[in-house]
């Protein structure tokens, strides 16, 4: 018989760690452009140009600085980022040739320091002030680290058994391992922040606690589990996320040899890749067509090449079980019809095309639930996400929020919810009377108003704008 | 195709590559490896006075990833016995007659013992004697090398040595480590010199070890200075080759110069050239790559003159020097501004900070509505769309002096180009000034007057 189990290196991470020789190279490769768009397109706005100069003149330590300084989760988002949508999309190189391969070199700079465990922040001076965080994915992390490099007292709470929340559970290992998530939950407690896991916050009395004990709570909480997608039987199937899940904490996925996947977006090309690799037939259906799909296209071709096929223009209405074992899905062909309010055409079933795709796994990924504590704690919402202003303020007072639950608009991201650590940090200090220090050094008054200096910086011609 | 044969002051050759004395000509098994690849000739390792080399030998020049942009090295002459490297100079020469065979050679300064060698050479059946006068490392402190070469009298001296004694072509091969490369180029041709050569390496310190802190090569924890050569040295040889050429006395000898320092392709072959070599020399390239090289310099360098109507290397011999001259003969009045294809500018912004920062401020930043802005973005905004507001540099021709910084760190092949432009000011060179004004070249107030009065605004 087929041996079926998958081998040794199905769940180890797909790119393999530059050598020193190849970021050395592809850093040498970097323009070191002026004002460059790789900074400005990276949501947390890393200094690419300079980390990538440290990395060619052999100053990894200096250049891990650099990426960390501005995203403290440098070393997930160097894995997980969309890089070909942000940084490398917008490299000046790729308009005629190959953009610098800037995600493999910031994991280069910065595993080289997290391999050393190499300290490169202290906390703060103390403030005086204490913040509750909850949720340490992504943007708890982010703006724990950031608070306690300002002197804050930090307690982040997390109510799974470890730290990290997306990165740890829900990023397969192909593209980040446990170990990278969970050494940024370290190097926010080597910041002094206390990690409290096992704890959930559950109530609005809960958080009034919080509020009586601390200057002000963050809510990082992140989203829920897939939804549910209302058609018979649908008891026999898998949550994509719990699929992830489990393959990432080395216990069974319950996946068996023929598997169909329900949903079209990059979570939903992470859970058939587990099921690919697991050595099912992978089979993803998506009621739309390959236009309309929401997974970035590098993804849907990394599917192809894995050997995931697609079916499309296909939706399931029922999933057909003996005594609880899948059997099969049935589907229902659909044909584009009007645009909807997405402005994508409105997918509408051709009567009596059902048909059955014969499979004993079907997994869904079909989104996340908004955050449905949102309400119990009575914040105010934007489309079922929490309501923040600019300074990321929810509705209730010395309550901050950031992260997937309060993505109303634009991608979910790591990234995003990164800066959203950033900004919760920075506008918290602020509240709390600190102000970030100048970024720039400048000149003092007397240099600025001495002729030879305006002459300089107000070069004739036009009146120059910011750009 | 383009005949690439050489006759270099008698000394015959298929094509104008020779390995130049060093490593590479070490032994007749390697001379005979490299005429079976297709090199013209060879210069067989400097033989001569007993020595002992050391280990380690070689320092490296990486940049940028680049490895070997220069070599330096403390190798001696040949450590071989004297006897051993005759007897296979004279096998090579009889296998390989139509290959130019000649033999660099080093020894005390004194008239016997050069009459000696030079015999012994002769009895080998070689083509002619490169005379090594510079080696900078090892043998100048013996009185050798470089030291002749550092002091024109006994560069003379040495070389009348020589020439008096023997009927093959003499060629006295130079050191850059001189400030002016005509005086040792004068004396040997005052010695009889029939042909001159170079550069010789250049001296150097390679570099430290940041871990170690040990001089690179360290030789028992102890380092020295070395002799530079490969291609980071090739803009020093092709000055002192253009210095040569255009000296009249060395011109009017008519002695050809075989060119060397630096060359690793067939376009710096070419560079040699124009510049007046009329053989070339060739080293690091070769031990960076191995003798196989040779393949592509030839073919390339036969191309290129196809390509260019050049029949023979005398053809390409020199084209370029009627442009060599004096900073007081160029055209004062010549103007040249920097313009910047915006079709190929992939905006990396490089022309702009390098001008902002360290020339003239004349290049502006536009946005996509045609506004000048300063560099800088709004942070809110992200992903590759900020590709599409991106700004793009443009140059305020008025301002620009011409200077091709922004040329010069532009990543993209011709993308800014320095366009001449009439300046609308008479032709004059700073040596016609000096003569028909000599006020605005000795004082300030006159300079301006000058200034004023044809236009010249400096910003």
């Known amino acids: ?467 | 195709m383009a005949d690439l044969s050489i006759n270099f002051a008698g000394i015959r050759a298929p094509n104008p590559f020779w390995l130049a004395s060093a490593p590479p000509t070490n032994s007749g098994a390697q001379i005979h490896r490299a005429f079976e690849y297709g090199w013209g000739g060879a210069v067989w390792k400097t033989i001569g006075a007993p020595v002992l080399n050391i280990s380690n030998r070689y320092g490296g020049l990486s940049l940028g990833g680049q490895r070997l942009l220069a070599i330096n090295n403390v190798e001696l002459i040949s450590d071989r016995p004297l006897e051993v490297n005759l007897r296979e100079i004279a096998e090579v020469k009889r296998l390989w007659p139509d290959r130019a065979v000649i033999v660099s050679a080093m020894v005390d300064a004194d008239p016997q013992a050069w009459r000696d060698i030079v015999m012994m050479i002769e009895d080998t059946g070689a083509d002619g004697i490169e005379l090594n006068y510079g080696c900078p490392q090892g043998m100048s402190e013996r009185g050798m090398g470089a030291a002749v070469g550092q002091v024109p009298e006994m560069c003379e001296l040495n070389t009348h040595w020589v020439t008096s004694v023997t009927r093959l072509p003499v060629i006295v091969k130079l050191t850059p480590n001189i400030t002016r490369i005509t005086d040792p180029a004068h004396a040997a041709l005052a010695g009889g010199a029939t042909a001159l050569s170079l550069i010789n390496t250049i001296n150097s310190i390679m570099k430290v070890d940041l871990d170690t802190l040990l001089i690179t090569p360290s030789i028992g924890g102890r380092g020295t200075h070395g002799g530079y050569a490969g291609p980071a040295v090739k803009p020093i040889a092709l000055n002192m080759l253009a210095d040569l050429m255009t000296d009249p006395q060395v011109r009017s000898s008519g002695v050809p110069i075989s060119g060397m320092g630096g060359i690793q392709t067939w376009r710096d072959a070419a560079e040699f050239l124009l510049l007046g070599a009329s053989s070339l020399q060739v080293c690091t390239a070769a031990m960076h790559y191995g003798y196989r090289i040779i393949e592509d310099l030839t073919d390339g360098l036969s191309n290129w003159m196809d390509d260019h109507g050049f029949a023979t290397i005398a053809d390409v011999t020199g084209r370029a020097l009627p442009q060599v001259s004096t900073f007081g003969q160029l055209d004062l009045s010549y103007q040249a501004v920097a313009r910047i294809n915006p079709d190929k500018c992939i905006q990396c912004n490089l022309c702009y900070v390098a001008c902002n920062d360290t020339a003239h401020q004349c290049i502006d930043l536009i946005s996509p509505d045609g506004v000048r802005v300063d560099p800088g973005f709004d942070p809110r905004a992200n992903g590759r769309e900020v590709t599409v507001t991106r700004p793009v540099p443009q140059v305020r021709e008025s301002d620009c002096v011409g200077c091709a910084l922004c040329a010069n760190v532009c990543p993209v092949d011709g993308c800014i180009e320095m366009v001449s432009v009439p300046s609308g000011r008479q032709s004059v060179t700073w040596d016609q000034l000096s003569a028909q004004q000599p006020a605005v070249t000795q004082q300030w107030g006159a300079m301006e007057d000058y200034r004023a009065a044809t236009g010249i605004e400096i910003h």
């Open chain 1, 1 to 467: 018989m087929e041996d079926i189990r998958p081998p040794e290196r199905a769940f180890q991470e797909l790119l393999p760690p530059m050598t020193a020789h190849e970021a050395t190279v592809e850093a040498n490769r970097c323009l070191y452009c002026y004002d460059a768009p790789c900074l400005q397109a990276c949501p947390t706005h890393i200094d690419i140009p300079t980390f990538i100069r440290k990395i060619a003149t052999g100053n990894l330590r200096g250049s891990a600085r650099t990426i960390l300084e501005a995203n403290f989760l440098g070393g997930t988002c160097a894995r997980v980022c969309p890089v070909q949508e942000l940084c490398e999309g917008a490299c000046v190189l790729g308009a005629d040739h190959v953009p610098i391969q800037i995600g493999r070199l910031q994991r280069h700079a910065v595993d080289h320091v997290h391999n050393r465990s190499a300290q490169l922040f202290t906390a703060g001076l103390p403030s005086g002030h204490s913040v509750a965080v909850i949720g340490s994915g992504p943007a708890g992390l982010s703006a724990s680290a950031e608070l306690a490099k300002q002197g804050h007292h930090v307690t982040l709470y997390e109510k799974r058994e470890l730290g990290g929340g997306l990165s740890t559970y829900g990023i397969i290992v192909l593209r980040e391992p446990v170990e990278v998530a969970l050494r940024e939950v370290q190097a926010v407690q080597e910041l002094g922040v206390e990690v409290v896991t096992g704890r959930e916050l559950t109530s609005r009395e809960e958080l009034d606690d919080l509020l009586g004990r601390h200057d002000a709570v963050v809510l990082a909480l992140g989203l829920g589990a897939v939804p549910a997608l209302g058609v018979p039987g649908e008891a026999a199937i898998l949550d994509g996320l719990e699929v992830i899940e489990a393959s990432k904490m080395e216990r069974p996925t319950g996946i068996g040899r023929r598997a169909v996947i329900i949903g079209a977006g990059n979570t939903a090309i992470d859970a058939a890749t587990i099921a690919r690799r697991s050595g099912a037939q992978t089979l993803m259906v998506y009621r739309r067509t390959e236009r309309e799909m929401t997974a970035y296209r590098h993804e849907y071709e990394f599917a192809l090449s894995e050997g995931i096929t697609f079916s499309f223009l296909t939706q399931p209405v029922e999933i057909l079980h003996d005594e609880g074992q899948v059997t099969g899905l049935r589907c229902v062909r659909m044909g584009l019809g009007a645009p909807d309010d997405s402005g994508r055409a409105r997918p509408e079933p051709i009567p009596g095309s059902d048909f059955v795709i014969p499979c004993d796994t079907v997994i869904t990924a079909i989104g996340q639930e908004k955050p449905a504590l949102a309400l119990t704690l009575g914040l105010e919402l934007d489309r079922g996400y929490i309501r923040v202003d600019d300074a990321m303020r929810t509705s209730i007072p010395r309550v901050y929020a950031g992260g997937d639950c309060v993505r109303a608009r634009g991608n979910a991201s790591t990234v995003m919810a990164v800066q959203d650590g950033k900004l919760i940090a920075a506008s918290l200090s602020h509240a709390l009377g600190q102000h970030a220090p100048p970024v720039a050094p400048h000149s003092p008054p007397e240099v600025r108003a001495h002729p030879l200096y305006q002459a300089v910086h107000h070069a004739t011609g036009p009146e120059a704008t910011h750009g």
